[in-house]
């Protein structure tokens, strides 16, 4: 019985998205096919690292940082060329990313528009212009701080990261109607 509503805690927002999310979408954009309701298909966190060079204990530090807010191992990226002015060099380690998808992606949405964005400090909402035109929405992080996994002790630097909803959306106004259902906080104007 104990799993049963482990289970029940932890798809929460997934049956609240079926249950209700996707009914209201398509009372507001006439959907004829299920199918075609928009849903979020994966969330991309992407930490871009440049004290990496002149540290390595940064590079794992800031990983790990990662892993915890994600709950999920993140690939480190490297650059694919040379750039002087950056001092940059091919095949350099310049960040960290993950990829979430399923369960996990469901987990950190919630997490997300929950718990860390209402810690930010002066928090009037995200940004309504943050489309790309395709549906898909970015947002920054200036601080790892803001989720609840992230001591403050044991934070070395403050470091801002990227978050990226892709969405199976064909315009900007029913990926922001969808986000706005499952709970993103966009600011009043």
Not at 108 to 130: E, H, N, Q, W, Y
Request: net charge positive; aromatic share 8%; charged share 30%.
């Amino acid at each position: 019985m104990a799993e049963k509503t482990n289970d029940v805690q932890r798809n929460w927002l997934q049956a609240y998205y079926k249950e209700t999310v996707v009914p209201a979408l398509i009372k507001e954009f006439n959907y004829t096919n299920i199918n075609q309701v928009p849903k979020i298909e994966k969330i991309v966190l992407n930490m871009g690292l440049g004290d990496v060079r002149d540290n390595a204990k940064s590079l794992q530090l800031a990983v790990d940082e990662l892993k915890l807010i994600a709950g999920q191992k993140p690939i480190v990226t490297k650059a694919k060329k040379s750039v002087a002015n950056f001092k940059v060099r091919e095949g350099q380690n310049v960040g960290a990313k993950v990829t979430l998808r399923g369960q996990r992606m469901y987990d950190f949405f919630a997490k997300l528009t929950c718990i860390a964005l209402p810690r930010v400090r002066d928090f009037k909402g995200v940004s309504r212009k943050s489309f790309d035109g395709r549906g898909n929405y970015a947002l920054g992080v200036k601080e790892q701080l803001i989720f609840p996994e992230i001591s403050y002790d044991q934070v070395e630097k403050i470091r801002g990261f990227d978050i990226c909803v892709v969405t199976t959306a064909n315009t900007d106004e029913e990926a922001r109607e969808l986000l706005k259902l499952m709970g993103m906080p966009f600011a009043k104007n």
